[in-house]
């Protein structure tokens, strides 16, 4: 069998191909097979990730990290900077907390954070969330850079959706109901007054404050399992579920819309297999990528 084309993705190049697929709805149908054990019914994927040894183009960034995704029949099909990879999974995980747990009407959302991370949480809330008006974004690093690409904005503004950046988190969060933490500080980062009814999700990786945790009126995660492998992530505060067991049925969810959410992503390091040959397929139909060497 003759061995197919090997492409390379750059960030940006991933972050485009990300549109082009349903993020959401794949993580979604991840954790529900989880959540009511039918993911070890699934037929095994003809498809693994694997860390990449070979050569990369000359106009990758150095430093960076990259894993390929391979036909166990055929071979390598993709190779994909690390990092991003995740980042596109968190993103998705971040669309599905505020499609499950946002009370119904207008979505004004502020993403807290620097650096590639970024981009794909712009992609999905902008690309795959319904009612979005408004996205604003609070650097929390200097020097700021290029927050996000001109052909993004671009989408944003023909979309209709206004876009802001803030130097304070207060100004990013004021009237936002969908808060998003990429990079809070070391320490822990200070919300601020939060709107009734906000979604928080913590996407950084990293513990959220304690006084945050404990000003929410409902918690969850993305996987309950994960809580007693760091049972002092969250402070020692119970968990009223994970979107597994509300998307399954297991758990009502939102019980007031009144209340302040927050969603602590534990799991933020997978490498999502089939999110990674969705982002094959897309790139090979709008020909992003650059040809490397079989």
């Given at each position: 069998?003759?061995?197919?084309?090997?492409?390379?993705?750059?960030?940006?190049?991933?972050?485009?191909?990300?549109?082009?697929?349903?993020?959401?709805?794949?993580?979604?149908?991840?954790?529900?097979?989880?959540?009511?054990?039918?993911?070890?019914?699934?037929?095994?994927?003809?498809?693994?990730?694997?860390?990449?040894?070979?050569?990369?183009?000359?106009?990758?960034?150095?430093?960076?990290?990259?894993?390929?995704?391979?036909d166990l029949r055929s071979g390598p099909?993709?190779?994909?900077?690390?990092?991003?990879?995740?980042?596109?999974?968190?993103?998705?995980?971040?669309?599905?907390?505020?499609?499950?747990?946002?009370a119904p009407g207008p979505v004004t959302?502020?993403?807290?954070?620097?650096?590639?991370?970024?981009?794909?949480?712009?992609?999905?809330?902008?690309?795959?969330?319904?009612?979005?008006?408004?996205?604003?974004?609070?650097?929390?690093?200097?020097?700021?850079?290029?927050?996000?690409?001109?052909?993004?904005?671009?989408?944003?503004?023909?979309?209709?959706?206004?876009?802001?950046?803030?130097?304070?988190?207060?100004?990013?969060?004021?009237?936002?109901?969908?808060?998003?933490?990429?990079?809070?500080?070391?320490?822990?980062?200070?919300?601020?007054?939060?709107?009734?009814?906000?979604?928080?999700?913590?996407?950084?990786?990293?513990?959220?404050?304690?006084?945050?945790?404990?000003?929410?009126?409902?918690?969850?995660?993305?996987?309950a399992a994960l809580v007693e492998r760091?049972?002092?992530?969250?402070?020692?505060?119970?968990?009223?579920?994970?979107?597994?067991?509300?998307?399954?049925?297991?758990?009502?969810?939102?019980?007031?819309?009144?209340?302040?959410?927050?969603?602590?992503?534990?799991?933020?390091?997978?490498?999502?297999?089939?999110?990674?040959?969705?982002?094959?397929?897309?790139?090979?139909?709008?020909?992003?990528?650059?040809?490397?060497?079989?």
């Amino acid at each position: 069998m003759a061995t197919r084309s090997l492409i390379q993705l750059s960030a940006d190049e991933l972050a485009t191909a990300l549109d082009g697929v349903e993020p959401i709805d794949t993580v979604a149908a991840e954790l529900v097979a989880k959540t009511t054990g039918a993911a070890g019914q699934q037929p095994d994927l003809d498809v693994r990730i694997a860390r990449w040894r070979g050569r990369t183009s000359a106009a990758s960034l150095p430093g960076t990290e990259w894993v390929v995704l391979e036909d166990l029949r055929s071979g390598p099909l993709c190779v994909l900077p690390t990092t991003s990879l995740m980042a596109g999974r968190i993103a998705a995980l971040t669309g599905l907390a505020a499609r499950t747990l946002l009370a119904p009407g207008p979505v004004t959302a502020a993403i807290v954070g620097s650096g590639p991370a970024v981009r794909p949480q712009m992609v999905v809330i902008t690309g795959h969330l319904r009612g979005v008006g408004r996205i604003t974004v609070c650097p929390t690093r200097q020097p700021y850079g290029s927050l996000v690409e001109s052909s993004l904005l671009d989408h944003v503004d023909l979309a209709g959706i206004g876009f802001a950046v803030a130097t304070a988190v207060a100004t990013a969060v004021d009237a936002a109901n969908l808060v998003v933490t990429v990079d809070p500080a070391p320490d822990g980062l200070d919300i601020g007054q939060l709107t009734k009814g906000a979604v928080i999700v913590n996407a950084a990786g990293r513990e959220a404050s304690a006084g945050l945790v404990g000003s929410v009126d409902q918690l969850y995660v993305d996987d309950a399992a994960l809580v007693e492998r760091d049972p002092e992530r969250l402070a020692g505060r119970p968990v009223d579920a994970d979107l597994g067991q509300i998307l399954a049925g297991q758990h009502p969810g939102r019980t007031d819309r009144d209340h302040i959410v927050l969603v602590d992503l534990l799991d933020c390091t997978v490498l999502d297999v089939q999110l990674a040959r969705l982002l094959h397929r897309v790139a090979l139909e709008r020909a992003l990528g650059t040809r490397l060497p079989g």
